[in-house]
Structures are given as structure tokens and as C-alpha cells.
């Protein structure tokens, strides 16, 4: 059985800093491309940062660029998503997302409130 699971959002003051995990199961996880995406109330499902499987490419979207640094550890089925000096338009449901070009997976998600 297929599972992303997502943790370590909560609710964090501006200029805080959170750090997310996404853990896999079910798969091979060093052969998928691991991505973290976003979805804030009302709007569309937005790419926060990507990583190749072996972790030698990464992207990350104009917003959070300087902000986020997505990371991997495939020995542990893990994807991390390390986040500083968030800003309230930060706050969201966070997913991580797994293809290989066939198949894509999701997690459940992870809110992040960034707020005073």
C-alpha cells in the first residue's frame, strides 16, 4: 500500500521557521522525484520545490526561493521541507507529491498557519 505521510506543520509567528517530512511507503522511493506542493484556501494548488531521485537537481518556486530548502533522505524514505522567515501568504496545506513519470502520489497534507 502506497503511503505519504506528512508532518511537522503547525502554527508559527512570522519570521519563524518550520522544518516538514514526508515519509514513503509502498514504493521504491530513490527511483521518484520528490516534490512539496501548496494549496492556500480559495486558491490553486501551487509547486513550492522539487527534487530528482537522486537528489542532484532541485527547483523551487520564485516566492519561497532564498526562503525553503528541500532536502532527501533515501535511506530513510524521506522527503524534508526546511522553511525560515515565513511570511503569513506562506500559510497553506502543504503536500508532498512522488512521480517517476508513470506514477504519482500524494500525501494527506500538513497545515502550515503562519500567523501573530
Known amino acids: 500500500q502506497v503511503q505519504l505521510v506528512e508532518s511537522g506543520g503547525g502554527l508559527v509567528q512570522p519570521g519563524g521557521s518550520l522544518r516538514l517530512s514526508c515519509v514513503a511507503s509502498g514504493f521504491t522511493f530513490s527511483r521518484y522525484s520528490m516534490y512539496w506542493y501548496r494549496q492556500a484556501a480559495g486558491k490553486e494548488r501551487e509547486l513550492v520545490a522539487s527534487?530528482?531521485?537522486?537528489?542532484?537537481?532541485?527547483n523551487y518556486a520564485d516566492s519561497m526561493k532564498g526562503r525553503v530548502t528541500i532536502s532527501r533522505d533515501n535511506a530513510k524514505n524521506t522527503v524534508y521541507l526546511q522553511m525560515s522567515s515565513l511570511k503569513p501568504e506562506d500559510t497553506a496545506v502543504y503536500y508532498c507529491?512522488?512521480?517517476?513519470?508513470?506514477?504519482?502520489?500524494w500525501g494527506q497534507g500538513t497545515q502550515v498557519t503562519v500567523s501573530s
Open positions: 527534487m530528482t531521485s537522486a537528489g542532484g537537481t532541485t
Open positions: 507529491n512522488a512521480w517517476n513519470g508513470f506514477f504519482n502520489y
